[in-house]
T-cell receptor, first 116, second 112 residues
């Protein structure tokens, strides 16, 4: 059963804590992405990775960090430097370069992070 | 600042009607365009993508692209209550699909 999994579904964080959100895919996709969605807002790109051991900052990378040690996994750490981390976090994956103009991003179920 | 604007909602249509969702984009370099459906509390799911001028049909859904006007639309024929959701329009940035710019979405309600 191919797809993208994210865990946990809900996460509560105290101020000053770092937390890590998990994202795993078994679609054999090269590219993976992290987005943030706030109520009534579009998705904003945090980081993306086109290949293992390489990743690029998106539009709102400050206060976040990522790693891409395996093709299947792209964890996101929300650090204490992120001033307003309460949001819905979405991981996505795509074929990447192999997809060309028709490359399409597919989303995982999301993690809802709340800062207490 | 690259932007994607969607027609302000919410949009309400009766069951069986055609729902029309519109989107304009500012980046003339955008090549690919995507429509996602997002149910409340859930993640976006892909409905269609389009990259050539004209119409593309898939079942009850038709995407329309006019690059000269920088305009994308999604028509939903024979709307069903299960189509009630927020519809997100996204445009590729520059020459690749790695960076997508998303609109804020249009909330569609289909009334039985």
């Amino acid at each position: 059963d191919g797809g993208i999994t994210q865990s946990p579904k809900y996460l509560f964080r105290k101020e000053g804590q770092n937390v890590t959100l998990s994202c795993e895919q078994n679609l054999n996709h090269d590219a993976m992405y992290w987005y943030r969605q706030d109520p009534g807002q579009g998705l904003r790109l945090i980081y993306y990775s086109q290949i293992v051991n390489d990743f690029q900052k998106g539009d709102i990378a400050e206060g976040y960090s990522v790693s891409r040690e395996k093709k299947e996994s792209f964890p996101l750490t929300v650090t204490s430097a992120q001033k307003n981390p309460t949001a819905f976090y979405l991981c996505a994956s795509s074929k990447g370069l192999a997809g060309g103009t028709t490359d399409t991003q597919y989303f995982g179920p999301g993690t809802r992070l709340t800062v207490l | 600042q690259k932007e994607v604007e969607q027609n302000s909602g919410p949009l309400s249509v009766p069951e069986g009607a055609i729902a029309s969702l519109n989107c304009t984009y500012s980046d003339r370099g955008s090549q690919s365009f995507f429509w996602y459906r997002q149910y409340s509390g859930k993640s976006p799911e892909l409905i269609m993508f389009i990259y050539s001028n004209g119409d593309k049909e898939d079942g009850r859904f038709t995407a329309q692209l006019n690059k000269a006007s920088q305009y994308v639309s999604l028509l939903i024929r024979d709307s069903q209550p299960s189509d009630s959701a927020t519809y997100l329009c996204a445009a590729s940035s520059g020459g690749s699909n790695y960076k997508l710019t998303f609109g804020k979405g249009t909330l569609l309600t289909v009334n039985p």
